[in-house]
């Protein structure tokens, strides 16, 4: 049994930034000594003084043999994993490590089509082929649900070619499939399972939480530690059970090659505070995450509670869910409230909640406002909160919306298709020749650009794929209701890249 009460990493490297020496080694501020006065004014002296390179004491994290190795063992053991790699670059080098790890130039994978805008990245880099599997729509609730069992199973039917199954759970909206099935599904394939669990890094932690991954029989997890646990921003995880280990699923991912991807797509110079801030938050969960969260789930069901109560609003509870096959459980600490009945988009609401009512959000949608409660926030968070709702809430009914300023949200809903594939696959087409053309006319081409609006970040167009008019309506919806879009080489959606015609 490890002990958790340890931190090897944060107490190495106190130990390093207070021994005195001369540094004639990276970063240039030397400990802080050279930073910019202002910087250090916001820092402080003793964050730019652990702001240190992988010295010998720190071990190295790409080869970890001390410290960075003794805290990996402890989260592995903390999140239930055989093995924990901890990841600089966030999320989004974790989950192009775990494609590169199981597909190569050609190879296809089931990919749900709500993946993060980071799984178009690793396809590109492993020059993969996705198979797009349809997530399940409520239209009544506006929200993508999960992916059904079944629907998986019609993929991997039609193309037994697959070499892995990715799948996303808890989504952003705290919605997750059965993990269960899709595992015991992907292994009678003899595939690994791959799980986007960015937003799912408490679940180990509470038993009034969803079941992590791992424990479902996922092969390997990607967790943005940072996004509700106390890491720093960018700071993640990488888990794997079973691989490597004498059990039937030690060939489903090499943990070799996982190995040099992670080296492929993490920084070579990663920042020490980062991973002092995955061990600190291992150490805070290892030792108290459940009164921890005990704590952030009353708070939470006493946000959901009041919230529910303000006319106009409705609060996504786990029944309303629950009732839809693709859905196991609900992740009870992320809220998402409906706010089309008080005539206003989630964005106009956002924009009146963090400007004039101090509220912030973290996901403001066409039609939602999502918000993350985590171990962080206060009880004065919480009034806060609910006060700022009751007063948008009061300010709507005294001067209701006119009707030229309120465009009905219209949500894209997933493809009524079970799979489809892009005709180029996303590594073809980012190596294609390309042509602008304005939007009309970009109707029935493929697309060279995967676009998104953002947040949260989910491609609306992949690149390689028809783009369709419902694709560019959205798009031009959310433009005008005051989002933003990523990913595409033109800002408005007028215009959009295409692969030029084969000549």
Request: hydrophobic content about 45%.
């Amino acid at each position: 049994m490890l002990d958790q009460s340890q931190t090897p990493i944060l107490t190495a490297l106190q130990a390093s930034s207070q021994r005195p020496h001369a540094a004639f080694y990276a970063p240039g501020h030397k400990r802080g000594q050279g930073a910019s006065a202002r910087l250090r004014a916001l820092l402080g002296e003793a964050a730019l003084a652990a702001d240190l390179p992988e010295l010998p004491e720190l071990d190295n994290l790409f080869a970890p043999e001390g410290v960075i190795l003794a805290a990996q063992e402890l989260a592995a053991a903390a999140f239930g994993a055989n093995r924990t790699y901890f990841l600089a670059n966030g999320s989004t080098c974790g989950i192009e490590a775990a494609i590169l790890a199981t597909c190569g130039p050609g190879d296809k994978i089931i990919v749900p089509r709500n993946a993060h805008r980071s799984v178009i990245a690793g396809l590109v880099l492993a020059g993969a082929m996705p198979v797009f599997v349809a997530p399940e729509y409520s239209s009544e609730l506006g929200l993508v649900l999960g992916v059904k069992v079944e629907t998986i199973a019609a993929a991997l039917a039609h193309h037994p070619e697959a070499r892995a199954v990715l799948v996303v759970s808890p989504t952003y909206h705290g919605v997750c499939s059965d993990i269960a099935a899709i595992a015991a599904l992907a292994h009678h394939h003899g595939l690994p399972l791959l799980v986007d669990e960015a937003h799912g890094p408490h679940l180990a932690f509470h038993p009034d939480l969803p079941t992590p991954a791992l424990a479902l029989g996922a092969d390997l997890v990607v967790q943005s530690t940072h996004k509700v646990l106390g890491a720093l921003s960018q700071a993640a995880m990488l888990h794997t059970r079973g691989v490597g280990e004498a059990s039937p699923q030690e060939n489903r991912i090499d943990p070799s090659r996982l190995q040099a991807a992670l080296q492929l797509t993490q920084s070579t110079s990663p920042n020490a505070l980062l991973l002092v801030s995955l061990d600190a938050a291992r150490h805070q969960m290892a030792t108290e995450g459940q009164a921890l969260l005990a704590e952030t789930l009353a708070l939470a069901q006493h946000l959901r509670s009041e919230l529910a109560t303000i006319p106009g609003l409705q609060v996504i509870d786990k029944p309303a869910v629950m009732a839809f096959p693709s859905v196991a459980d609900l992740d009870l600490t992320r809220l998402t409230v409906d706010v089309s009945g008080l005539g206003l988009t989630g964005l106009v609401a956002d924009d009146i909640l963090h400007h004039e009512l101090g509220v912030t959000v973290e996901l403001p949608e066409l039609r939602h406002l999502t918000l993350i409660v985590s171990l962080g926030n206060t009880w004065a968070d919480g009034q806060r909160g609910i006060e700022g709702f009751r007063r948008l809430a009061a300010r709507v009914a005294a001067q209701p919306p006119t009707p030229d300023g309120w465009v009905p949200p219209v949500p894209l809903a997933p493809s009524d298709a079970p799979f489809t594939l892009p005709v180029v696959s996303p590594r073809g087409a980012f190596f294609a020749a390309t042509e602008t053309v304005v939007a009309q006319a970009a109707i029935g081409r493929l697309s060279a650009d995967t676009i998104s609006a953002y947040p949260p970040g989910i491609p609306t167009l992949v690149a390689g794929e028809v783009i369709s008019a419902g694709a560019i309506a959205y798009l031009a919806t959310v433009k005008q209701q005051g989002g933003y879009l990523t990913g595409g080489r033109e800002d408005t959606p007028e215009k959009f890249q295409v692969l030029a015609p084969m000549r």
